[in-house]
C-alpha cells in the first residue's frame, strides 16, 4: 500500500457538511439511547405502581404530584397511572422512532461518505 493512499479525495464544503451532519446525528444517537433508557424504567415504575395499587386494600392512598405527596382515592389513582402509563409508552414510542430515523440517516451519509473517502475515513464507533 503506498503512503497517502485513500487520502487523495479533496473534501468538499459539502463533504465537510455532511461530516458534520454525521457527527450530530450521532451524538443525538447517543442522547436518545440515554433517553429511551430513563423511558423504560420510568414504564417500569408505573407498571410497579399500578401493580402495587391492584394489591392495595386501601380506599385511600397517597399519590406524588410534583413534590408534594396527597391523599386521594383509589379509584382516581387508578386513572391517573393509566393515563400516565399511556403517555409514557408513547414518549417510549416516539424516542424510537426518533432513533430509527436518525440511524437512517447515518446510514444514507455513511454510504455517501465511505463511496467519497473509503479507508480515510472512520465512521464506525470502537
Known amino acids: 500500500m503506498q503512503q497517502g493512499e485513500g487520502s487523495e479525495a479533496q473534501v468538499t464544503w459539502e463533504d465537510q ?13 447517543h442522547e436518545l439511547d440515554d433517553e429511551i433508557k430513563l423511558a423504560k424504567e420510568a414504564n417500569e415504575s408505573l407498571e410497579d405502581a399500578g401493580n402495587e395499587l391492584i394489591l392495595s386494600d386501601e380506599d385511600v392512598v397517597r399519590f406524588q404530584i410534583g413534590e408534594v405527596f ?3 382515592p383509589t379509584d382516581e389513582v387508578e386513572d391517573r397511572l393509566e393515563s400516565m402509563k399511556e403517555e409514557a409508552a408513547k414518549n417510549l414510542e416516539r424516542l424510537k422512532e426518533e432513533k430509527e430515523s436518525i440511524l437512517a440517516q447515518m446510514d444514507e451519509l455513511k454510504k455517501i ?3 467519497k473517502f473509503k479507508d480515510a475515513i472512520n465512521l464506525e464507533e470502537d
Not at 458534520?20 to 444517537?29: A, E, K
Request: aromatic share 10%.
Open 70 to 72: 396527597t391523599h386521594m
Open 113 to 115: 461518505l465511505y463511496g
Open 17 to 29: 457538511q455532511n461530516i458534520n451532519r454525521f457527527g450530530r446525528l450521532n451524538n443525538r444517537s
